[in-house]
T-cell receptor
Framework: AQTIHQWPVAEIKAVGSPLSLGCTIK??????LYWYWQATGGTLQQLFY??????VESVVQLNLSASRPKDDQFILSTEKLLLSHSGFYLC???????????FGEGSKLTVL | QQKVQQSPESLIVPEGGMASLNCTSS?????YFWWYRQHSGKSPKMLM?????GEKEEGRFTVHLNKASLHTSLHIRDSQPSDSALYLC????????????FGTGTRLQVLP
């Protein structure tokens, strides 16, 4: 069975500080991986997706970047956090070719 | 840019009642629709999917799709307090299943 793990579970960071969020998937080779952002009580905004190691497509950047250093790993980062970066960050992988998403448990980010 | 509009924004139903949620896409290239449920503080989980015109039933949940109008609806009968959550509609097209767009969401509250 496939499992997806996100870290950290929660972070409280200062404006202007750097950030790195990670996601690892086990039990699925060459997965398509995704990053979504969700403002409190809001909808999900797709940020990036990657279909292979070293390749990342940007959908909406929001002053963030993403990298795929390994087949099973997807990293979201920024060098300078903004207040608007606060929210819930979700990593996901797709199952069938239709695009059904399986989400990790998420990382809650609070920027002060 | 594709938009997925959901209505109503919020809905309150009594326990045992029927909840009806709506979703419409603005993109004529959409082929696939999903309904996800997200409990507070948790990640979204896929509830139902529908790709063809018509109706699909799974237990207390029924989903309809009209591809001509790009409209889907989710009906929950015999609603339970545990159904209280944010319901998100998502859509993608067969030409690029990597771009999954989520709707604005409907917050359902089921009162005991």
């Amino acid at each position: 069975a496939q499992t997806i793990h996100q870290w950290p579970v929660a972070e409280i960071k200062a404006v202007g500080s750097p950030l790195s969020l990670g996601c690892t998937i086990k039990g699925k080779s060459s997965p398509n991986l995704y990053w979504y952002w969700q403002a409190t009580g809001g909808t999900l905004q797709q940020l990036f997706y990657s279909i292979t190691v070293g390749q990342v497509e940007s959908v909406v950047q929001l002053n963030l970047s993403a990298s795929r250093p390994k087949d099973d790993q997807f990293i979201l980062s920024t060098e300078k956090l903004l207040l608007s970066h606060s929210g819930f960050y979700l990593c996901a992988w797709t199952g069938a070719n239709t695009g059904q998403l399986y989400f990790g448990e998420g990382s809650k980010l609070t920027v002060l | 840019q594709q938009k997925v509009q959901q209505s109503p924004e919020s809905l309150i139903v009594p326990e045992g009642g029927m909840a009806s949620l709506n979703c419409t896409s603005s993109d004529r290239n959409v082929d696939y629709f999903w309904w996800y449920r997200q409990h507070s503080g948790k990640s979204p989980k896929m509830l139902m999917s529908i790709f063809s015109n018509g109706e699909k039933e799974e237990g207390r949940f029924t989903v309809h799709l009209n591809k001509a109008s790009l409209h889907t609806s989710l009906h929950i009968r015999d609603s339970q307090p545990s159904d209280s959550a944010l319901y998100l509609c998502a859509a993608s097209g067969s030409s690029n299943t990597n771009k999954v767009v989520f709707g604005t969401g409907t917050r359902l509250q089921v009162l005991p």
